[in-house]
């Protein structure tokens, strides 16, 4: 796979796909627009290369609409289950060790098909499971 696979039902993006085995541009390339709640960038720099230390700042306030996660296999291999938001299932997606999926919208569940280790990231705070989920 040479570029990232976006998922969608409809119009709607469910899912972006990185694997582990994609081509990688020089530098520093976004995957997500501008206005998406979670920034996914990838960096392919030489040795050597400073990046200059900084601070992320805002000039006002952010308000995230959505929550999303971002899942990285760091070993073993997993099945993610994508969901519309009506709860209907989409797409079923075979993750291996350094392979990552960005959640965007609609409803997942993820299967274990071997030992693994997932990393994941998503917007906090998290206020538990009977407050943060609903399950489908």
Do not use: W
């Not at 230390?53 to 959505?66: A, F, S």
């Not at 990285?72 to 291996?96: A, D, F, N, P």
């Not at 993820?110 to 499971?129: C, H, I, M, N, T």
């Amino acid at each position: 796979m040479r570029t990232p696979t976006v998922i969608k039902h409809g119009k709607l993006p469910l899912a972006i796909v990185f694997r582990v085995s994609m081509q990688i541009p020089e530098g520093v390339h976004f995957y997500t627009s501008e206005n998406n709640p979670f920034q996914v960038g990838i960096h392919k720099r030489k040795q050597g290369t400073k990046l200059p230390p900084h601070i992320h700042t805002t000039e006002q306030p952010i308000t995230v609409n959505v929550v999303q996660e971002l899942l990285t296999v760091v070993s073993g291999k997993i099945r993610v289950l994508l969901y519309s938001e009506k709860g209907k299932l989409c797409k079923k997606i075979v993750l291996s060790t350094g392979d990552s999926i960005l959640l965007m919208h609609g409803g997942h569940g993820v299967e274990f098909l071997s030992d693994a280790k997932v990393f994941e990231l998503k917007q906090g705070p998290y206020r538990g499971p009977s407050h943060a989920k609903i399950y489908l």
